[in-house]
């Protein structure tokens, strides 16, 4: 805005007005009082109303011009500082002067917060405010820890100290408002820093970490983190964030090796560091003398440069005057390649927060070693355990950037646990009994919920590429990785079985090895920070992996797979499938699929290392390696071991064979700018380079073609070419698998079934697989037939008797007809066309080998016990429903009668659930393992039985009882039905006694063995008798039955796969074998117990012998209408089959 004399004012001349009034308003300093300062009549109402101007102002309207105009009209410094000044600080009972120091702080508070830049929300004020605001915070630091009037943090201290001794359930809202307003100012106070590309005008020593540390101490600051942080969760709960911010800006980037140095040790660091520079300088300059320029060097140098294709090169400069080396150089400098400026990625944000390199001086390093000392002896455990469980629980209070945080000073804190020790260790005396304390004192960092939210924050960091985030947890992983393997090292037995326990968790999830890989080999421009963390973290979790798997042979892992593949797979098996409805809901395979996602295997750490032997992971070591210049002793020696690894111990050193990597080695060694020589980690490179070359030209002598391969990146089947010569030998693991079997809806007639299926065959207008069905089955008719009429004609030799009668011809004198496919889409659809596959079985036809697993190549043949005639009534069945195909209701088509069989479930090896049955089975298991022990009677049930379906059977029930339809009253029907069902149970656990009571066999039973013996052989002789009298009356000995034991003609309703009923059925003689025989003419299993609850009535017989019927279920028993009844003459059973 224009002012009146030709100047622009970036601040609305009104708002500038009224801050200046309430700012004149609030005091002065008084000439007549020693220059104290005096309040305003309405000081308390002033603040309040420049808090309010700043809350409604500033942070409503998104703009800065309170904050800009109170910067300028300097009411910090010159009026809020001295207004704290003049409250004693033994003055505890003054609470006017306690309510103008919390208005001080609730200004200042919103003064110092930290500002950033939000794309979003940044206007046009932001810019023009923003440096000079940031500036002014600088100020408002400098002036807060350095002034002389008073204690500024320690006031702030006590203006929180009445809230903080209330007990936390007597605490009000504004208590916890008070508690917070100051945390945030001691954490304003510490984040405050000068911008690092903004002059500092003013002296730096002020506001620089050393003078925040000493003010943290002086003014009593440090009491009172700890004093919060070791009674987290108890009178404080949602502080813990504020408190972790506060030590995080404290303790960021300090040198934890420096911080437990004594003063002389610091000193002897700092010489030698300082001499190290002085080399690497001199250095310097005996190469810049040697290929210096001249004093002609002012006169401008232009040289024309042939190279070897014979073309010319234009090179400016006086160095490509000193050798062909220098002019080389010059020319590939020229040809750098200067990608376009990027946006600023999350990496320089995240650099941004953690800022430079702390310069801590001698007071500032003793003072924060006792804090920290302090905080793990006392704090540590309660703050970081309940941050974790905040984070984990997402509290409300909890930001995004404190996981973060949290991750970094975990790290931080163990490494510097570690230094602390082995700075006590080598301190103590070598004859001193006296043990390094445990690893107690971070044990909240070391359990397995803070590895779940590790390795959730690593995932999620991962997934959504935020990278400083990752490259914390990666500091983290690793200094857990490292604490645990100082752990299993101490004297202390408990620390050594904590940490096996450690690390076996931490190496039993193959999740996590997955993604330490995929982390350090998709590196691409993250940021120094995060290949450092990256190649730290592949480097140690190898090497004490490695250690662990030796002592520990037997080690498991555990991996997720993904469970979709099967369901994939199936659906693709049956791509030319059924539409059918019951496809769509797959909701009961999810808990099938979700057995199939754990697997455990045996661990192979050669295997598992091969994994970081891929070019990206050698590509990120080769990024870190061009920073040699720059590196430590350390990270040299990281990379050196890595790059070893890789040559000689996987024998991959092909993947180190490239232009770019060789030149790397060679220039670390003899080019122009090399490792110090003085170095410790010189002599390893050296020889490692020399041993890689080495391979490197013999491996040239043996495959000239890597000659060209030097110049690209190399996949593994590259690499395996080049290290073997020949290419790597794949066995493929997947089978294709057959179409899925389909089954009938509505019919079980085969007439009805055949026409069916050659319906979808031609709706789908595949009529050639009909046309290739009847050729076979005419082949094999005709061939069958040939076979039986040459068979007919020749003379039997043992053919005695009448001529006249035809002579049947044994199914099993045919040989199977191989049913061939007659072209390769044939073949396919045989494997594929569920369609075609289920007229084939329809037709008889069946694989020839049945018990091994299908393949496309498999044979299928017309079996042997098919004859002529039968083949013939298929074809005739075939040919009908091709000219008369079946008709259905109007949108209905052949196909819509089909559906997929249901497979059999294969339960895993660890589900222990039996979940296919329903609640009347798992009652009988219930009672069944309650009766029968180890070794007793085992229930048993056909994989492909059906289970009762009991709404059916209600609704039947109905159906016949009009009364029982009618009844409105449903609950009471439900209630008798439960009943009914509970004594049915009842009766049958008394059953199931009964048999229990015979398995055990007590001493006073041994007298009863000679009237057993003689039962059974009264019953023996009366058989011989009967036997005898058979034979006398000419009667067929095998149509004479054993006369069953019981009162009534009624017979016993015995489940023929019921292993109770059937021992009952024994043990009465009730039992035939012809009743044990289904309708097809094939033997029931009598290990089943699903086809016998099909069977409704259920006979129980008493202690004498007399059948009690099970009257609920009576009317469900079906009309043996198949059956003929049984005759019985004298007491015996006629045409009974027990004698065959």
């Known amino acids: 805005m224009e002012m009146p004399d030709g100047t622009t004012d970036i601040v609305h001349p009104e708002v500038r007005a009224h801050i200046n ?31 309010k101007w700043i809350r409604f102002y500033d942070e409503k309207t998104n703009r800065m011009d309170v904050a800009r105009c109170i910067a300028e009209a300097n009411l910090i410094d010159g009026d809020l500082l001295p207004i704290l000044a003049t409250w004693p600080e033994n003055s505890t009972d003054n609470k006017f002067r306690s309510r103008i120091a919390l208005a001080c702080f609730e200004i200042m508070v919103p003064l110092t917060w930290p500002m950033e830049r939000d794309p979003e929300q940044t206007t046009v004020n932001h810019h023009r405010h923003m440096p000079a605001l940031q500036l002014a915070q600088v100020g408002y630091k400098r ?7 008073a204690r500024i943090l320690h006031a702030a201290a006590r203006v929180a100290l009445p809230a903080m001794a209330a007990p936390i359930g007597e605490r009000t809202p504004r208590d916890q408002g008070i508690i917070k307003l100051v945390l945030f100012f001691l954490r304003n106070v510490a984040m405050i820093e000068p911008q690092p590309n903004v002059k500092y005008e003013g002296e730096e020593s002020q506001i620089s970490r050393s003078a925040t540390i000493d003010a943290f101490s002086y003014q009593d600051i440090f009491m009172v983190l700890l004093t919060i942080a070791s009674n987290m969760g108890e009178d404080f ?48 300059l005996k190469a810049q003398n040697r290929k210096g320029p001249t004093r002609h060097n002012r006169f401008g140098t232009v040289i024309w440069v042939k190279r070897a294709d014979g073309k010319m090169t234009a090179v400016s400069g006086q160095e490509a005057l000193v050798d062909v080396a220098s002019r080389r150089k010059k020319m590939d400098e020229t040809k750098k390649f200067r990608p376009p400026r990027k946006a600023r990625s999350k990496t320089d944000s995240h650099m941004k927060d953690l800022g430079e390199l702390p310069k801590l001086d001698a007071r500032a390093y003793s003072q924060l070693r006792s804090f920290v000392e302090e905080f793990l002896d006392a704090g540590f455990n309660p703050l970081f355990e309940h941050v974790r469980k905040s984070i984990d629980r997402e509290a409300s209070h909890v930001l995004s950037y404190h996981r973060r945080q949290f991750l970094y000073l975990v790290a931080w804190f163990l490494e510097a646990e570690r230094t602390r020790k082995s700075s006590q260790r080598a301190s103590a005396p070598k004859n001193s009994a006296e043990e390094v304390s445990s690893f107690n004192l971070v044990a909240a960092v070391l359990n397995q919920s803070t590895f779940i939210t590790l390795n959730r924050t690593m995932t999620q960091a991962w997934e959504h590429k935020d990278w400083p985030e990752l490259t914390a947890s990666m500091r983290c992983l690793t200094q857990i990785l490292l604490t645990v393997q100082e752990m299993s090292h101490s004297p202390n037995e408990d620390d050594q079985e904590i940490a096996e326990n450690t690390l076996s968790r931490l190496f039993y999830e193959d999740a996590m090895h997955d993604l330490i890989a ?38 498991q892992v555990r991996s997720r797979r993904r469970t979709r593949r099967k369901k994939k797979a199936a659906k693709e098996a049956s791509a030319d ?42 590509d990120t070591f080769v990024a870190f390696t061009k920073f040699y210049k720059d590196l430590s002793d350390e990270q040299l020696k990281r990379a050196h071991r890595y790059f070893y690894r890789v040559a000689f111990k996987h024998d991959a050193s092909v993947m180190l064979f490239r232009v770019d990597i060789v030149h790397l080695l060679h220039e670390m060694v003899k080019g122009p700018e090399p490792l110090d020589k003085a170095s410790s980690m010189y002599k390893e490179w050296e020889e490692l380079a020399k041993q890689i ?15 060209i391969e030097m110049l690209f990146s190399k996949i593994s089947s590259t690499a395996h070419y080049l290290e073997y010569g020949f290419e790597k030998q794949t066995i493929s693991t997947s089978r294709p698998r057959p179409a899925a079997d389909l089954e009938f809806k509505y019919t079980e007639d085969r007439e009805q079934q055949i026409a069916i299926a050659v319906g979808v065959l031609l709706d789908k207008s595949q009529s050639d697989h009909i046309a290739w069905v009847k050729t076979i089955l005419t082949n094999a008719e005709q061939e069958r037939r040939a076979l039986a009429a040459a068979e007919d004609i020749l003379p039997s030799v043992e053919a005695t008797g009448d001529h006249d009668e035809p002579v049947d011809k044994p199914a099993d004198s045919f040989m199977p007809y191989t049913a061939r496919p007659d072209n390769d889409a044939r073949q396919a659809a045989m494997f594929k066309n569920p369609h075609l596959r289920l007229l084939m079985r329809l037709a008889g036809l069946e694989r020839l080998a049945p018990t091994l697993d299908e393949s496309p190549d498999s044979l299928w043949v017309v079996p042997a016990s098919a004859t002529p005639d039968q083949l013939r009534e298929t074809l005739d ?13 109007e949108g209905v088509l052949a196909e819509h009668q089909l559906r997929r069989k249901t497979a059999t479930r294969k339960k895993a090896q660890y589900d222990d659930n039996n979940d296919d049955d329903d609640d009347e089975e798992e009652d009988g298991d219930v009672a069944n393992a309650a009766l029968f022990p180890a070794g007793g009677p085992t229930e048993r049930k056909v994989v492909d039985g059906k289970k009762k379906k009991k709404k059916k059977r209600m609704r039947k029930r109905r159906e016949r009882d009009p009364a029982a339809s009618g009844s409105d009253d449903d609950d009471d029907d439900d209630d008798a039905a439960r009943a009914r069902a509970r004594a049915r149970r009842e009766r049958e656990r008394a059953k199931l006694e009964k048999i229990k009571s015979q398995l055990y066999v007590a001493a006073s039973d041994d007298e009863t063995d000679d009237e057993r013996d003689a039962a059974f052989f009264a019953r023996e002789e009366a058989q011989r008798t009967r036997m005898a009298r058979a034979v006398a ?34 043990i009465h003689g009730a039992g035939t074998d012809e009743e044990n025989e289904d309708d097809n003419g094939e033997e029931a299993s009598a290990s089943s117990s699903q086809e016998g609850r099909k069977r409704k009535g259920s006979g129980v017989v008493d202690a004498d012998g007399d059948v009690e019927m099970d009257d609920e279920d009576e009317d469900d028993l079906p009309v043996p209408s198949a059956r003929p009844r049984k005759r019985i003459k004298g007491g015996f059973v006629m045409e009974s089959s027990d004698e065959e």
Request: aromatic content about 8%; hydrophobic content about 40%; charged content about 35%.
């Open 577 to 618: 499938g059924e539409g059918d409805e019951d496809e769509a809901d797959d909701s009961g395979d999810d808990e099938k699929n979700a057995e199939l996602t754990i697997k455990e295997r045996k661990f192979d750490f050669r295997r598992f290392s091969a994994r970081f032997t891929p070019q990206g992971v050698v």
């Open 518 to 555: 995929n982390v350090v080999r998709q590196y691409k421009e993250q940021g120094f920070d995060y290949l450092d963390a990256a190649t730290e973290l592949t480097h140690h979790f190898l090497r004490i992996l490695e250690a662990y798997s030796k002592q520990n042979v037997d080690m």
């Open 693 to 707: 070359l080495r391979k490197c030209f013999k491996k040239i002598d043996e495959r000239p073609a890597l000659l």
């Open 143 to 149: 002036s807060i820890i350095n002034f002389d009037g």
């Open 237 to 284: 709960r949602t502080e813990d964030v504020t408190i972790m911010e506060i030590i995080y800006h404290l303790v960021k980037r300090v040198d934890v090796k420096k911080l437990f140095m004594s003063e002389q040790q610091v000193n002897k660091a700092k010489a030698d560091e300082l001499s190290v520079m002085m080399g690497k300088e001199n250095a310097m």
């Open 21 to 51: 009034s309430l700012v004149s308003a609030l005091g002065g300093i008084s000439a007549d009082d020693d220059g104290r300062y005096n309040l305003g009549d309405d000081a308390l109402e002033v603040l309040r109303d420049l808090k």
């Open 877 to 889: 069945l075939i040919n009908k429903a091709e000219f008369s195909p079946p008709v259905f209701e």
């Open 1033 to 1066: 009356a000419g009667v067929d000995v095998s149509e004479v039955a054993v006369p069953a034991a019981r009162k009534e003609p009624q017979s016993i309703a015995v489940g023929d796969d019921d292993d109770d009923d059937v021992l009952l059925a024994d």
